[in-house]
């Protein structure tokens, strides 16, 4: 019984069998290409700007700005390290602490 279903599925012409079966991955392939290209602009391509921008931003912070840590804190940048990575920020009088770059979230316009 069970040869009779394999013998039933097996393609009935030689060439004509195979090239459909070249058709047929082709077609398979389609969706995966088309599912990647939306991964890519939803999701990938957003996230690459974002880091971009987001790297413009450290780039352009310089002693003065007001900013906002990742974590909330809210500071004045009284220095910039760009060999440690480091920043100096005034979070209150006399009150200074050392964070590093990258966990600055935004520059707060005053």
Not at 7 to 30: K, L, V, W, Y
Not at 46 to 68: R, S
Not at 80 to 95: H, M, P, Y
């Amino acid at each position: 019984m069970i040869g009779l279903a394999f013998a039933m599925s097996a393609p009935a012409g030689g060439a004509a069998g195979q090239a459909g079966g070249g058709m047929a991955a082709f077609q398979q392939i389609i969706p995966l290409v088309f599912m990647f290209a939306i991964f890519y602009f939803l999701l990938i391509r957003p996230q690459q700007k974002k880091a971009k921008e987001h790297k413009a931003l450290l780039d352009a912070m310089k002693k003065g700005d007001n900013v906002i840590t990742a974590g909330g804190v809210h500071g004045k940048v009284t220095a910039v390290d760009d060999t440690q990575n480091l920043v100096t920020l005034e979070i209150a009088n006399n009150v200074n602490i050392k964070i590093t770059k990258s966990y600055i979230a935004a520059i707060k316009k005053d």
